[in-house]
């Protein structure tokens, strides 16, 4: 089966990916790395607040909400 790349926002909730690319420079890009959004790693979205943003995703053992246009920002592989 061939993988199909989506940005984290699209990817359905209970649903794995693994990221592939961080699409972003500067701070933002330092703090998702600090949190853990590295290439290789597996994330799963959880939650989705009652507005649709944030969402929280399962990430190396640890839960955490990033805002839409965040998540816009990584490529992941399904």
Do not use: W, Y
């Not at 790349?5 to 699209?10: G, S």
């Amino acid at each position: 089966m061939k993988q199909q790349e989506k940005t984290l926002n699209q990817l359905p909730l209970n649903t794995k990916g693994i990221i592939k690319k961080l699409n972003c420079q500067g701070n933002i890009r330092r703090r998702l790395l600090d949190l853990g959004f590295v290439k290789g790693a597996s994330i799963t979205p959880v939650l989705i607040s009652p507005s649709q943003d944030p969402r929280a995703f399962s990430i190396r053992g640890t839960l955490i909400a990033i805002r839409k246009e965040d998540a816009n920002l990584i490529t992941i592989h399904i």
